[in-house]
């Protein structure tokens, strides 16, 4: 592929707001993950205490992606993304100013950082619309690398949270967001052809697509699989591993930076090689990491190296999905990216919350890990059942599927 060409064929400052935008959205949609840790031990929370408190704004996040989806669709994707962004810096301020440090309030920051959670919805379109199809892999794998947000929260959280205590790391996370929106409001630009606004009965009818909800599932394993380690692992090395706040948290970071990183990579390799056959390779991949995992090694070192692969088979996925999703639903691609992105909410939700459910009830992490590992070889079964009939029914000459 020509970079050059792929810069002429859409508008690079757009998709460099976009992935900005995401990127520090996405740094404190996480945030109670890296800071876990030392929120736990002050508040001397219990495993499944610690698993709602991570999982709380995944959840929130997914939900709301289906209100930014329809707003998209609505006002387009750069005023949603503006009314999201203020939302988000204004619940991190209040909760600063305000000096709460009771469990009630950490879960309602959480309900907060969600609104930072559903500006998956808005970063996409935003992104996508300016983009022909056999570019979307690319396009969209690059602004969605701004999950690489998700890597600052865990590197430096735990660290500045022991400097100065980890309430005012809450109020600092302001800051970025404020510097990220300001670059948001001078570069991006919603594209010529926007969709055209649509009733609640479109976005109903959208559903009866069964193809819609095979690409909310396969999401659900794959980013939700990425969500749900990203805010569980500090906690995990913590747990199982012995490691400190700081040190669990440059290991997550490690983790969640490999996701992030072969986002990009994974929807330009789709592109070259087609998403069905780039997805079905990973899903087995992530089956077999996290199935290692559940295990718990005794070594650090082979624990580690499993959830490296399995962050990367995963992260990989998210890019291969939609390169997918706008071949399929170009015109519909508002509400269908809130409502991919969802459902890849609460697949990030149901992972954390049910590590430290299993934690609590059995005193392992094993039977969390083992049944996403299943939901993984069930996405494989899906996709060989229907690739066939894809590649027949809706493939776009310039596109490979």
Partial sequence: MNSRDFLKAGHWPTLLAAFLYFDMSFMVWILLGPLGVQIAADLKLDPAAKGLMVALPVLAGALLRVVNGALVDRIGPKKAGLIGQIIVIV????????GARSYVAILALGLALGVAGASFAVALPLASRWYPPKYQGLALGLAGAGNSGTVFAALFAPALAVAFGWTNVVGLAAIP???????????????????PSRRFADYVRVLSEPDAWLFMFYYAVTFG???????SLAIYFNTQYGLNAV???????????AGSLVRPVGGAIADRFGGVRVLSALYGLAAVALAAVSFGFA??????????????????????VFQLVPQRFR??????????????????????????????????????????ATLALVALALLTRVKRRWRSDWSLASARI
């Fill in 177 to 195: 967001l404020a510097i990220a929106l300001a670059v948001y409001v001078l570069l991006a630009k919603d594209a010529p052809n926007p969709a």
């Fill in 225 to 231: 699989g990425f969500s749900g380690l990203a805010s």
């Fill in 331 to 372: 015109a519909e691609m508002g509400v269908m990216t809130g409502l991919v992105g969802m459902t890849g909410g609460v697949g990030g939700f149901y992972l954390a919350s049910s590590l430290g459910v299993a934690k609590q009830m059995t005193g392992s992490y094993q039977a969390g890990f083992l049944v996403f």
């Fill in 299 to 320: 070594s650090f070192a082979l624990g580690f190296a499993s959830l490296v692969a399995a962050m990367l088979a995963l992260g990989m996925g998210n890019g291969a």
């Fill in 247 to 257: 040190s669990a948290g440059y290991c997550t970071a490690a983790c969640v930076f």
């Fill in 91 to 98: 619940g991190l301020v209040a909760f600063w100013a305000s």
